[in-house]
């Protein structure tokens, strides 16, 4: 069905019958329509995307306290504040953490803890800015707005619901109860390096009056099937001071930011055919055998893959690049492997992962189409179960699952026997303050009897095996 403009002509159509059923449940349209702010306060959990300790885990979540979300339902502002504390090991440590995040129309920003102001993506801004409507008050008036389009109206499962693109031109499902005519959830469409296009949805329940109108006090969302927020609401207020959620002068005045920074690719060699492709946050291993070359990790994204791609191919342009080792399935570690599926590489990873990565290549990215999308590629993979070695004439290099991680279920590490080096993901980084993980670690060093001198972190630098030790020893008992 043909969108259609909301106007004196459209009334009645079931389109928008479901906006003023909807409108009408809430506490009426003039009601909605005089809202000027709502804040929103409770405590709830968000969930670890894509960081749990296996792909369908979903037990690590941060808890939320003093979460407060206060909204310019008119003028489109948005300011969250919430301290969060891990239920789970994390490599930041187990204290709290504040944080401010918002956006202001087009600009998204976050607050650090002293205060500073940094301006984030294009796409996080307009995730955030679809976020705003995820509550019934917002997304009904959204609606009611002469400029909004309303368009395929159905009924499912006792609910009718409706796709409303915005006067902004942001495209949103609306659901209502068909007995209540109250919300029942909204639902957005965005892209992510992993999962690829994929629905946000916030489902809304437990509703109460306040000030004329019926408010949710428990709001929860998932991000494709995975549980992102679960808000219960303590005290809600319309039309109260929210303060200025306007974004800081210094974030505003800044330049957008239209995606991921440019890759900065160095190279060193670490012995001879082995080099660590290094530069920003997340690192890589380039490996030379006899006829063809191997990475270890293809991390974060296309740009981040395929520059490291380029780099080993610019190292030894006259050897195939064959494969890649994933040392783990975590989103920022795994979100360069469709590029690399792209580039004809064969994935080598440990087992539990093969279902994700099969999984991961086959899904749909028409939102923000990625490498693999313009330049489709069938998925090889090798998979890791309790040992493999690679080897040949010129180079050998053992793989081996850490077992018991609190991290993971499913890292990898890599072993150089003659160079007597160990390459690692994300259980040792050398200038964390916090290592939660390092103990296993080194458990996992000494029941395959590895005899290391050097440890190359994906993230940060090499250091001596005796940093490592160090480690431990300053570890509590």
């Not at 979540?61 to 090991?89: M, S, W």
């Not at 994933?326 to 570690?333: I, L, Q």
């Not at 792209?342 to 087992?351: A, D, F, N, Q, R």
């Amino acid at each position: 069905m043909a969108a259609v403009a909301i106007g004196g002509c459209s009334r009645g159509t079931p389109e928008q019958q479901t906006v003023d059923d909807a409108a009408a449940a809430l506490g009426g349209r003039d009601r909605l329509l005089a809202i000027k702010t709502l804040v929103i306060e409770g405590e709830g959990t968000n969930g670890n995307l894509g960081q749990d300790v296996t792909p369908e885990a979903t037990g690590q979540a941060f808890v939320l306290k003093g979460y407060k979300r206060a909204i310019d339902v008119a003028g489109g502002a948005v300011r969250v504040e919430q301290t969060r504390t891990p239920n789970f090991a994390y490599f930041q440590g187990q204290q709290p953490q504040t944080q401010v995040f918002g956006v202001d129309g087009d600009v998204g920003y976050n607050v650090a803890p002293n205060g500073t102001a940094t301006r984030v993506s294009n796409a996080v801004a307009k995730d955030r800015r679809a976020e705003m409507y995820h509550h019934p008050v917002t997304i009904v008036r959204a609606a009611l707005d002469p400029g909004a389009k309303l368009a395929n109206p159905r009924t499912a499962n006792g609910q009718r619901a409706v796709d409303v693109t915005t006067a902004a031109g942001l495209t949103l499902t609306l659901a209502i109860d068909e007995t209540t005519k109250l919300p029942t959830r909204v639902v957005s469409m965005t892209d992510n390096p992993n999962l690829g296009d994929v629905a946000v949805e916030t489902s809304f329940s437990d509703y109460q009056d306040l000030a004329g109108l019926k408010l949710p006090s428990h709001l929860t969302t998932k991000t494709d099937k995975f549980t992102t927020a679960d808000i219960r609401v303590t005290k809600q207020s319309v039309d109260a001071d929210t303060g200025n959620l306007a974004a800081p002068a210094a974030v505003a005045s800044a330049a957008a930011i239209a995606g991921p920074p440019p890759a900065t690719v160095t190279a060193e060699e670490l012995a001879s055919g082995i080099w660590l492709l290094a530069g920003q946050s997340h690192h890589s291993v380039l490996v030379e055998f006899a006829d063809h070359l191997m990475l270890i990790e293809a991390p974060q994204n296309d740009t981040r893959a395929l520059a490291v791609i380029a780099k080993a191919r610019e190292l030894r342009p006259n050897k195939p690049l064959t494969h890649v080792v994933s040392t783990h399935h975590h989103f920022d570690h795994s979100g360069g492997v469709r590029a690399a599926v792209s580039e004809g590489l064969t994935v080598i990873t440990h087992k539990a992962n093969a279902a994700f990565y099969q999984d991961a290549v086959s899904r749909a990215h028409t939102l923000a189409p990625d490498a693999l999308a313009k330049k489709p590629k069938p998925i090889k993979i090798e998979t890791v179960d309790d040992v493999m070695h690679l080897k040949d004439d010129t180079m050998a290099v053992d793989l081996y699952p850490i077992a018991g991680s609190p991290h993971a279920d499913t890292l990898l590490m890599a072993y150089f026997p003659k160079q007597r080096l160990l390459v690692e993901a994300d259980v040792y980084s050398p200038a964390s303050a916090v290592q939660p993980y390092a103990a296993n670690l080194l458990e996992n060093i000494r029941k395959r009897k590895l005899d290391v001198d050097r440890v190359v972190p994906i993230h940060g630098t090499v250091v001596p095996f005796s940093e490592l030790l160090k480690t431990q020893a300053k570890s509590p008992s």
